[in-house]
């Protein structure tokens, strides 16, 4: 994400934040079913500055902690394998670090952080246990570099839904799309 990008990000989220203190952006869309007209103008205004936001950032997952998911995938099981990876750009567009501690989803029995790394000539794996995002940076988990890894995967569909967790106890859900790609871990 470029900077100008970020600062019209923190700009926006600034004005969210002040408005709607520290509620979960998700919990506010909740009051749409409410008759109060001031909640109707309150959600009127959320929805078109999320829609600015996705309009802004090219429509990746906009996330209450700060965190921006894009171009998530999921390389779709090869036969007779119930392991996988997944890969996906995050962006931390907030003042401080996020730093995530884990990832589940219902549809796959365990997902860790994993790291290719390169040793005499051979490519290894190693699993690490919490991956941090700067803040005003993008970490790229990506073929050849950090990745999660799935295993035990229940069933796969056109997409996943995985939930990371972060330091603070946020639970952060992204969905990603289930790709038919060959490429090593
Ligand atoms: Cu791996």
């Not at 567009?93 to 501690?101: G, N, V």
Request: glycine fraction near 8%.
């Amino acid at each position: 994400m470029g900077k100008w990008q970020m600062s019209i990000m923190r700009s926006i989220m600034g004005t969210v934040t002040t408005i709607y203190g520290d509620s979960k952006l998700v919990g506010i869309l909740n009051f749409q079913g409410k008759d109060s007209d001031f909640m109707n103008r309150l959600s009127g205004w959320l929805v078109l500055s999320l829609v600015v936001l996705a309009v802004v950032l090219g429509c990746g997952q906009q996330q209450p902690a700060g965190l921006m998911a894009e171009n998530a995938r999921v390389r779709s099981l090869i036969a007779g394998s119930d392991k996988t990876v997944g890969y996906v750009n995050l962006t931390n567009y907030s003042t401080d670090a996020i730093t995530l501690i884990s990832a589940r989803s219902d549809d796959v029995r365990t997902i860790e952080f994993h790291e290719t790394t390169q040793l005499d000539g051979m490519m290894r794996m190693r699993r690490l246990t919490s991956v941090e995002i700067e803040a005003d940076q993008s970490l790229l988990l990506q073929p050849g570099g950090m990745h999660l890894m799935l295993f035990g995967v229940k069933s796969l569909a056109e997409s996943v839904s995985i939930e990371f967790t972060t330091a603070t106890g946020l639970v952060i859900p992204v969905v990603f799309e289930v790709v038919d790609f060959r490429l090593p871990s």
